[in-house]
């Protein structure tokens, strides 16, 4: 008897952070990116398998990226067709990741787990100078649009990538929102705002097939999910003018470095 106590302080302990991490991931994600670097590893702290804590990760932050995907609407409009051939590649490479992680067993996924982190964590790192690379490759574009060599994106070549990008994201999927503006920034696309509703239409489709595959295949623990889910909804909710106060370069860095950390302690752990 004199155990029991340990392991409910123990336990509560494990849900405030798993609480705490989800808030936290909800505000990251609404203002840089890279929540599930907390929350995931925070839901794997509850005791559960490696893939079942993907799985409910992915399914507890999804109903965000919904919200965001009705504020860039009147964006994707304007470029509907690139969106639906977007969405269909999304639903493609999404449910072949979701497939292809079902698939993995639990002790492989747990030793790719600090090497998907620290992936993840280095497209963070990279996004700085890789988008000030791009912006002088739209100038030079630009340059060349006004001569008379206008560049229009190719479709076929959007599919496959969108296809490849999708699948990472059904799999594991952190920093994949900077993966897709990045390939449709080489692809041709230039408006900001358009490459923003392109991405989260993508990343939309391409994890709610995910979100849809691991609720049928039973991989979500839901007491976990939901309590991490209103977090991570707050969280978003309360940080929307924060993305207009702090410097992107400031959040880009804690980013990095909560992603080099987390997959620096799982590397530990091995």
């Known amino acids: 008897m004199s155990d029991l106590p340990v392991t409910l302080t123990t336990i509560n302990w494990h849900w405030v952070w798993l609480v705490v991490a989800a808030f936290l991931a909800g505000v990251l994600n609404a203002v840089a990116g890279g929540g599930s670097f907390l929350s995931f590893p925070a839901l794997l702290g509850m005791n559960m398998l490696p893939v079942q804590a993907n799985a409910t990760n992915t399914v507890a932050i999804w109903p965000g990226q919904l919200t965001s995907a009705a504020a860039y609407w009147p964006d994707v ?23 292809v992680l079902l698939n993995t067993p639990q002790r492989t996924f747990m030793r790719l787990v600090p090497w998907l982190l620290l992936f993840a964590a280095s497209i963070f790192a990279i996004s700085g100078p890789a988008t000030r690379a791009l912006e002088r ?16 994106p190719r479709r076929l070549p959007l599919f496959a990538a969108t296809v490849v990008v999708s699948f990472y994201v059904g799999y594991f999927g952190a920093g994949a929102g900077f993966l897709f503006m990045t390939m449709l920034a080489l692809l041709g696309y230039e408006d900001i705002h358009a490459i923003n509703g392109l991405k989260i239409v993508a990343n939309l489709l391409a994890n709610g097939i995910a979100f849809v595959i691991f609720i049928v295949d039973g991989q979500v623990v839901w007491r976990f999910c939901l309590a991490a889910m209103i977090a991570a909804a707050i969280g978003g909710y309360v940080s929307a003018n924060l993305a207009k106060r702090v410097p992107q370069p400031l959040l880009r860095g804690i980013v990095v470095a909560i992603g080099l950390t987390m997959a620096a302690w799982f590397f530990w752990k091995q």
């Open 77 to 99: 409009r304007k470029n509907l067709r690139a969106a639906a051939l977007m969405a269909l590649a999304g639903l493609l490479g999404g449910t072949i990741g979701a497939v």
């Open 137 to 152: 490759m739209k100038i030079k574009r630009r340059a060349r649009a006004l001569a008379g060599e206008a560049h229009a």
